[in-house]
């Protein structure tokens, strides 16, 4: 695992529909602010993508530095939602095999164009969320 200076920060495809869905998903529920978000098409976003060997170009898995520390591929996943209130109860799944987690996240990731598609350009948050994106 790798380290980061800056911690809570979710690296996301910014211009994969679901990965710009989930990132909504968890600044709803982040009551606190506790997350910040860095699509990798940013500087910030693609910097930190090849600092943890994730291809700019052509991600295949979001990340999040939490505690100092880089998880990536369901992990990543299930350490962001164990953070949000009323969803604590995810952290049972790591009890799951990472090879089965990760192969079922790997078959989402590779599919995600495919079937949630994909935007033409980085999406672009509302005022609200725009005050925690990092670029």
Request: contains cysteine; proline residues 6%; positive net charge.
């Amino acid at each position: 695992m790798s380290t980061w200076p800056e911690d809570d920060v979710i690296l996301f495809d910014g211009v994969c529909i679901f990965c710009s869905r989930w990132v909504r998903f968890v600044a709803k529920r982040d009551k606190t602010g506790r997350f910040r978000f860095t699509p990798i098409q940013s500087d910030y976003g693609t910097r930190l993508a090849r600092t943890f060997g994730i291809d700019p170009d052509d991600p295949d898995t979001n990340a999040v530095v939490h505690g100092g520390v880089v998880f990536m591929k369901s992990d990543a996943a299930l350490t962001v939602l164990s953070q949000l209130p009323r969803w604590g109860w995810v952290r049972v799944l790591f009890a799951v095999p990472k090879p089965l987690r990760d192969a079922a996240y790997g078959l989402v990731a590779r599919n995600r164009y495919r079937i949630f598609g994909k935007y033409d350009a980085c999406f672009v948050p509302d005022a609200d969320l725009r005050a925690r994106v990092i670029e």
